[in-house]
């Protein structure tokens, strides 16, 4: 290894690589989870609010290994397949009655609620992984979920997660030098799923929805992570949707993907184009966001 890699928004330099690898030798037959939390508890990773990074940090040794830079200890228990998906199921007495009418005739009888235990979880999960073209995927790091109710049923999944490493558009756009973005990353969310359930026709739903959400998406991330936000970031796929919705709810379109995945550097793969919108969270997210320490 003769450059530093960025996994896991983390500067891998070639000592970590030595440490990693001596680690390895002298505790590596106690599996690879407790090489993880012992990493994390050598580099002091923590998320926002005070976890040690134990998932991100065993998604980057895979990652070195993956690189032929270090050689894991055998897992002690089976692990996922390649290509496993979550399972998941629809809420049970699923009601699939279509809703139509105009806002105003719901509005009074919606709740947006954030997803805080199992139950509520499950049944995110079963619609984002019915009903969402990208399907459900466990979450990896800070990730909030909102559910929107009529009565007691759930009509829209909204979640938020970690923004991207390095998107050229919305860089430019923020006016981030790369110290910059490294140190104030966390600064930024992204809006990873957003799901009207099929059968929903309510006017400017999608948009009330989105702007609902945001008026308190940052006081529930500093409540939970402890953490505050200055924008957020969301990816849309330009062969499906037009971003209508966004549009609508004051999101602004800062540009479009080249079309490759965070680690293709040779472009041997090639992804559907997305154009990339970002919501300002607070007025002063440039000179936030623009902090180097």
């Not at 050229?168 to 910059?180: E, K, L, Q, V």
């Not at 965070?262 to 997305?274: E, G, Q, S, V």
Request: glycine fraction near 8%; proline fraction near 4%; aromatic fraction near 10%.
């Amino acid at each position: 290894m003769d450059q530093d890699l960025v996994i896991r928004r983390r500067v891998i330099e070639p000592a970590d690589v030595v440490l990693i690898r001596q680690l390895i030798v002298a505790e590596g037959a106690q599996g690879r989870s407790h090489l993880s939390n012992r990493l994390c508890e050598l580099w002091d990773w923590r998320q926002a609010n005070g976890r040690y990074r134990q998932i991100a940090c065993r998604d980057l040794l895979r990652r070195l290994e993956t690189k032929g830079l270090i050689q894991l200890p055998p897992p002690l228990k089976a692990a996922r397949r390649a290509g496993y998906r979550n399972i998941t199921r629809l809420p049970e007495l699923w009601d699939a009655v279509a809703l139509a009418g105009p806002l105003a005739q719901f509005r009074s009888r919606l709740q947006l609620r954030l997803v805080h235990n199992a139950a509520e979880a499950r049944v995110y999960a079963g619609l984002i992984g019915t009903y969402h073209y990208l399907g459900y995927q466990q979450a990896a790091g800070a990730q909030l979920k909102y559910l929107v109710w009529y009565a007691d049923r759930p009509i829209a999944c909204v979640s938020f997660g970690p923004a991207a490493w390095k998107v050229a558009s919305r860089d430019r756009y923020i006016g981030w030098s790369a110290p910059a973005r490294q140190a104030r990353l966390a600064g930024v969310v992204n809006n990873d799923r957003f799901l009207m359930v099929p059968g929903i026709d309510i006017g400017h739903l999608a948009s009330y929805v989105l702007g609902w959400t945001l008026r308190r998406l940052r006081a529930d991330w500093r409540q939970i992570y402890g953490q505050d936000l200055a924008l957020a970031e969301t990816f849309i796929e330009a062969d499906r949707f037009d971003g209508g919705a966004y549009a609508a709810a004051n999101w602004v379109c800062v540009g479009q993907t080249q079309g490759r995945g965070r680690n293709d550097r040779a472009f041997a793969r090639a992804l559907p184009l997305k154009t990339v919108w970002v919501y300002a969270l607070r007025a002063d997210f440039r000179t936030v966001l623009s902090q180097q320490a």
